[in-house]
């Protein structure tokens, strides 16, 4: 790294030609140092196996300085010392435009050693990380199974780096709104409303019950509550035609190597496609369905009923219940046709013995849209063949969208019943009277015996229009040349 090179980033910035979530530059001559750029400022880190360390802006400590003030802040923290105080003063002193060696003399005197992590995580007072680590095992624990590593991802994060070691008795309200418009500059803003909302709720947990440890005795009432942000979350209402659904269904089995990477899209991932199509389940349960699950209807021969426990619906929340669907013959050759390979779990992953996940699917459909793919360091995984949604004519779509097109579907064919049973769900609260009277009543003739008949009523004309669609769509569609 060179005066140059500071120079041609200070430009990048001042003509907004920085893309993205910026960049990061390491000075190869001062182990960590690195500059990070956004569009809207740069700023000198320390990178260091035990944290990152805000050195300063670029606007205040040139190149020179910035690599003094990494060494000292890198012997102090290898000694067990906080850089962080002395390296405020330092950037404070330079932004006046004193002389370097007075902004050193102000900044490194002689220091004392530091409070242990575990005595301050004890006795406090707590920085912001110690909050992090008391709150996120209290909070977690209450929370399903597999949530948790979800749930605390929005309490870490670069984002977080400025105060990360800062004590929250000295925190600001400033503080907390550039914490809101990081995240929002380098997630999304539905990210920074969890954020907010979350982060909130964790500093009201320390207030009510570890006041004194957080450095919050002399805080009469929550302030952070006006913390705020201007979001609100959208609802889907998408409901997908059968055309784009088939459609979908041919797309992806002609295009399997989606770019960027030469791993074609596996057997059980089209076979789970089909099945999200044809059964309109939550991708929650249906993926774990089980082989040995799977048993025949005597009522109806050919037929399939698989079966799923009450811990699997809905991800395992209290009170659900278990379900069962009836699949006909037609669906079942389909799905088989989709080359899922034997084995215990009829919608197998590329991980031996393990079954694909909702993740997995989701970012199945991410690639069919062409996201990029961010990897380890500055890699990125580039889609060239772009959103295939957008270059077949179809509305994208998810896959709950798909569940709302077979009960639309079985309400048009007055099977609104067996559309609700199919989906595991009752109607909703704008139901009128009479679909409600009705919907008891088939509750209760079905409810012992799992509502079999009903639902395979609803299957069985869902999955023929679905058929029939495809084979039409079949005999027209035409693969596009990608890269």
């Known amino acids: ?51 990152t360390y805000r050195l300063g802006s670029m606007d205040a400590l040139t190149l020179p300085a910035a690599r003094l003030a990494a060494a000292r802040a890198r012997i102090d923290v290898e000694a067990g010392l906080n850089p962080r105080e002395d390296l405020s003063v330092f ?20 220091t004392v050693r530091v409070q242990s992590d575990a005595d301050r995580r004890k006795r406090g007072p707590w920085q912001w990380r110690d909050l992090v680590e008391e709150f996120l095992p209290a ?48 997630r999304t803003r539905s990210a920074a409303a969890r954020v907010v909302r979350q982060n909130r709720e964790m500093l009201t947990w320390a207030w009510q019950y570890h006041a004194t440890r957080a450095g919050f005795g002399d805080v009469q009432h929550p302030w952070w509550d006006r913390w705020a942000i201007q979001y609100k979350c959208g609802v889907r209402d998408h409901t997908p035609t059968v055309t784009e659904l088939v459609r979908t269904l041919l ?31 939550r991708t929650g349960h249906l993926t774990k369905t089980r082989r040995d699950a799977m048993i ?26 278990p379900h069962a669907l009836p ?21 197998p992953s590329r991980v031996e013995g393990k079954p694909i996940t909702p993740t997995g699917i989701n970012q199945f459909f991410y690639r069919l849209e062409g996201r990029m793919k961010p990897g380890k360091g500055e890699a990125v995984t580039h889609r060239e063949h772009g959103n295939l949604f957008e270059a077949y004519g179809i509305r994208r779509w998810t896959p709950h969208d798909a569940r709302r097109s077979l009960t639309t579907f079985l309400d048009d064919e007055e099977l609104g019943g067996a559309g609700s049973a199919i989906s595991a769900h009752s ?57």
Do not use: C
């Not at 120079?7 to 190869?28: N, W, Y």
């Not at 404070?92 to 050193?104: D, I, S, T, Y």
């Not at 929370?143 to 780096?161: D, I, M, Q, S, W």
């Not at 009277?433 to 009903?454: G, H, K």
């Open 327 to 347: 699949v006909p013959p037609a669906a079942i050759e389909a799905i088989r046709r989709a080359g899922a390979p034997d084995g215990d779990w009829l919608f």
């Open 251 to 281: 797309m992806a089995k002609h295009h399997l190597a989606l770019g960027g990477t030469t791993q074609e899209t596996g057997p059980g991932m089209i076979a789970v496609l089909w099945a999200i199509v044809l059964t309109g389940q």
């Open 1 to 51: 790294m060179t005066a140059a090179t500071i120079e041609r980033a200070a430009a990048m910035i001042e003509q907004g030609k920085i893309a993205g979530r910026g960049a990061e530059i390491l000075d190869a001559d001062t182990p960590g140092l690195t500059l990070r750029i956004t569009r809207a400022s740069g700023t000198w880190y320390l990178r260091h196996r035990k944290g």
């Open 427 to 483: 109607k909703d609260k704008k139901e009128t009277r009479e679909e409600a009277r009705i919907e008891d009543i088939t509750r209760r003739v079905y409810a012992n015996a799992q509502r079999l008949e009903l639902k395979a009523k609803g299957m069985e004309p869902w999955v023929n229009h679905v058929l029939a669609a495809y084979e039409r769509e079949k005999a027209r569609f035409k693969p596009l040349s990608l890269p």
């Open 91 to 110: 950037e404070r002193v330079l932004e006046k435009g004193r002389p370097v060696q007075l902004a050193v003399d102000a900044a490194f005197a002689d």
């Open 139 to 186: 909070k977690t624990k209450d929370l399903k199974a597999g949530y948790g590593p979800k749930y605390a991802a929005y309490h870490r994060g670069e984002e977080f780096n400025e105060i990360w070691e800062q004590d929250l008795e000295t925190l600001q309200f400033s503080d907390l709104e550039a914490l809101r418009d990081r995240v929002i500059e380098n």
């Open 296 to 321: 025949t209807m005597p009522s109806r021969p050919g037929w399939e009923v698989w079966t799923w426990t009450g811990a699997m619906m809905k991800g395992g929340k209290s009170g659900s219940r």
